[in-house]
């Protein structure tokens, strides 16, 4: 068993490289809710559409446990990102827009994730 110092090291370094990453994105916006059928998904699927179309680069991270479709509402549900050394490689969709989410890593879209 990883003694307690290990382990808070190799925390302590992944929150280091969290926020070296996340320093890299000029901007963020959070798209949230606390009930389901809100609309978070075709509010987050058109504003990243709108932002790509306009030049920007767009990445979406969808980890909306109760439901994650980002990947149905844009048409990337047959593709599977690939890890690197660096972490995992999103999936490239139209307008050139990255997206990772958590269905990717679910057998089937009916699996449950809690």
Excluded: C, W
Excluded at 11 to 16: E, G, L, M, P, Q
Excluded at 64 to 93: H, N, Q, V, W
């Amino acid at each position: 068993m990883k003694a307690q110092r290990d382990i808070l090291a190799e925390f302590s370094d992944t929150k280091r490289k969290i926020k070296e990453r996340m320093s890299r994105i000029k901007h963020k916006i959070a798209i949230i809710s606390g009930k389901g059928g809100v609309g978070k998904t075709t509010i987050s699927a058109n504003l990243a559409f709108g932002l790509a179309l306009r030049g920007y680069k767009v990445g979406i991270i969808d980890a909306d446990i109760y439901g994650p479709d980002i990947p149905i509402a844009l048409g990337i549900l047959d593709k599977k990102p690939r890890g690197s050394k660096e972490g995992i490689i999103p999936i490239t969709g139209k307008y050139g827009i990255k997206v990772i989410s958590v269905q990717y890593f679910l057998d089937s879209l009916d699996e449950p994730i809690i």
